[in-house]
């Protein structure tokens, strides 16, 4: 496939049409929008991070439509997931920040929010990422085509295409789908050994070392590459071997806020959530405006593109290619003040004009960043929740100024910054979804209508499945911890309160600032200092089986080649495993949900090993051992693969 965006040519031609959205790529859509909306807010609500679902929903889709219903389009396929990951994404935002409304609320005695108030709330942050995305495409996804490689929307391609084009291609992405899924189930299915290994480093207190031993990392550091991969893992190892053991010298035995016991006491991960998150949400917060201040001049001329667009004759308008049509700039513009406005005057939305405004302009420059982001590291790497922790301090600073204080001030706060998080959620999650119709040739204004219904089923969704789980188990308790949504509260009391660690963000903020001196690409670099230096392992591991394969030297043509096949195998290998630990992961959320009795507990629970064999385990060195087996199994479908002769035997 040619990467350069001057010579691309889709899988589907611009002249040809062929199904897309039907009826039945619709139906199925929804149903998996509400699935993984719901399973990805369980799941993130017990452990602060959801599965990613664009490249699930393609194979589901590819199982129904082509297999049980015996049609054959991939453009269908491609509503189908279109549709379907916008659940997962609305999810995140919103399981983010709108349980604090939740906490809230019960600890002042006022009940809880409405089902109205939080299907709105997620309502207008799905609109708002959808529109604000559609003036970036042609920036973001068309020029810079080859540039971002927007590794989970290649993956969902490959992954649909491998089911058009049968063969070799699609055994190679189920085998990489039945492997990371069958290791997604002994892992965290079974816990025949831990998902995560973490090791403390006893001699350089403050300090630790680990990794997410999983196949979807894995697959993301192979499509990222290594350039990409390094940067973030520097920022993990400047997180977890810099600054937390200098935090752990200098602050003793001292108690510092927001920690409630003395830093000596710490481990490396409560360093980590309680102080280094900070930092990163500082450096995210600066690499997005210096990231939107390099892409002012793209952003500028892609708006003076669509407003002169708007001017064209009806005739130019339908000479226009049928890849190349986004929604109408009055459609866009209608939307947004129509989001405004009811932000605004809507009695169920705690804000006041200037909360609307806020989310407006907020809402853009996040929507930018995330587009742009998910185009570095994915959408599950995609840090909203950084965003949303820099739009929380800043929009609670100007209500406050403004003189809105107390509970009103609060709730304002987290409602403007509950629609932010969305927004960046959906907007990243756009991303993907048109960067996959791109390679496949779709017809993007078709996609982004998928985009609007995904987003209305998704809010009416997670406003049931939000009551329903706090009425069950309520907030910040031990089933449904909310880490992610316990730190937005936190944010908020604290900018209310005058005591927030204002050192500490603005810490991050000079690290980022520094780091685009030195000509490091920020955004990456940044994110891997917000995240845990897990997770940084894992995609970095994937990033050295990538540069592993790229070293080789090729002396003629047909080595060359043959590199060429091995790297594609890998990505077609990888693409599947990303999609195996995200079914698993799914199926596994569900099955938390099930309930088995009091005895029991859920049927997740049920399945696990130490229910038959109380404290079994095979520990880090097991989860090791099992990460190196699953990197073996990649280079047993891709490095030493042989392929099948087709040619008669020779007598």
């Not at 226009?320 to 406005?341: C, E, G, K, N, Y």
Request: some cysteine; proline content about 5%; glycine content about 12%.
């Amino acid at each position: 496939m040619d990467q350069s965006s001057n010579h691309f040519k889709p899988f589907i031609p611009a002249d040809k049409i062929v199904p897309e959205f039907t009826a039945t790529s619709v139906i199925l859509g929804v149903l998996l929008a509400v699935v993984f909306g719901a399973a990805n807010a369980y799941l993130g609500l017990r452990v602060g991070l959801t599965v990613s679902a664009s490249v699930p929903a393609a194979v589901i889709s590819m199982g129904v439509i082509r297999v049980i219903l015996r049609k054959d389009s991939v453009l269908e396929n491609n509503i189908v997931q279109t549709i379907g990951s916008s659940g997962e994404s609305l999810a995140a935002g919103a399981i983010f920040t709108l349980p604090a409304l939740f906490m809230w609320m019960q600890e002042w005695g006022e009940g809880s929010p409405s089902l109205l108030t939080i299907t709105v709330i997620a309502l207008c942050g799905g609109v708002l990422g959808v529109v604000f995305m559609i003036p970036l495409r042609k920036a973001i996804i068309v020029k810079e085509h080859g540039v971002l490689p927007f590794p989970e929307g290649q993956a969902c391609a490959e992954v649909l295409l491998a089911g058009e084009e049968g063969g070799s291609k699609a055994s190679t992405v189920f085998a990489g789908l039945g492997v990371a899924a069958g290791y997604k189930f002994l892992s965290e299915g079974l816990g025949l050994f831990p998902s995560q290994v973490h090791y403390e480093i006893p001699a350089y207190r403050g300090a630790g070392v680990g990794i997410d031993a999983l196949p979807a990392l894995l697959g993301v550091g192979y499509i990222c590459g290594p350039k990409i991969s390094s940067y973030m893992f520097a920022g993990g190892v400047i997180s977890w071997l810099v600054l937390m053991p200098l935090i752990s010298l200098f602050g003793g035995d001292m108690t510092m806020f927001p920690s409630t016991i003395p830093i000596s006491t710490m481990s490396s991960n409560q360093l980590w959530a309680n102080y280094v998150r900070y930092i990163g949400a500082g450096a995210v917060a600066m690499g997005g405006i210096i990231s939107l201040i390099k892409s002012l001049p793209t952003i500028v001329d892609t708006f003076r593109h669509a407003i002169q667009g708007l001017k064209g004759s009806r005739a130019g308008a339908k000479s226009s290619l049928r890849t190349d049509q986004d929604l109408p700039m009055q459609v866009i513009i209608f939307a947004i003040i129509a989001v405004a406005l009811i932000i605004w005057l809507l009695p169920a939305i705690p804000v006041n004009i200037v909360g609307a405004l806020i989310v407006v302009i907020f809402g853009f420059f996040f929507a930018t960043v995330s587009s742009r982001l998910v185009g570095l590291v994915g959408s599950s790497n995609n840090p909203v929740s950084g965003m949303t922790i820099a739009t929380l301090l800043i929009a609670t600073l100007i209500l406050k100024s403004t003189g809105m204080a107390g509970r009103e001030g609060m709730t304002g706060a987290i409602t403007i910054g509950a629609v932010i998080c969305i927004v960046a959620a959906i907007a990243g999650d756009a991303s993907q979804d048109l960067k996959t119709g791109y390679i496949l040739g779709a017809t993007p204004r078709k996609q982004q209508y998928a985009e609007f219904i995904g987003v209305l089923a998704s809010a009416v969704a997670i406003g049931g499945v939000l009551s329903l789980l706090h009425m069950a188990w309520g907030y910040g308790s031990a089933e449904l911890p909310a880490p992610q949504a316990m730190l937005a509260k936190m944010v908020v009391e604290g900018v209310m309160n005058a005591n927030l660690p204002w050192v500490l963000v603005i810490a991050g903020a000079g690290i980022a600032l520094v780091a685009q001196i030195l000509g490091i690409p920020v955004l990456p670099f940044a994110v891997g200092l917000y995240l845990p230096i897990h997770l940084n392992a894992g995609i970095m591991a994937g990033g050295i089986v990538r540069w592993f394969f790229e070293r080789k030297k090729a002396r003629t043509e047909a080595e060359e080649q043959a590199k060429k096949d091995t790297i594609s195998r890998g990505i077609l290998f990888t693409s599947g495993m990303i999609a195996g630990e995200g079914i698993i992961g799914i199926l596994l959320a569900v099955f938390a949900i099930i309930p088995m009795g009091e005895a029991v507990g859920s049927l997740g629970d049920f399945i696990k090993l130490d229910r038959i064999f109380p404290g079994f385990t095979l520990g880090n060195i097991g989860g090791l051992l099992f990460f190196a087996l699953l990197i073996l199994m990649m280079l047993k479908f891709t490095l030493w693969h042989r392929p099948k002769k087709t040619a008669g035997r020779h007598l």
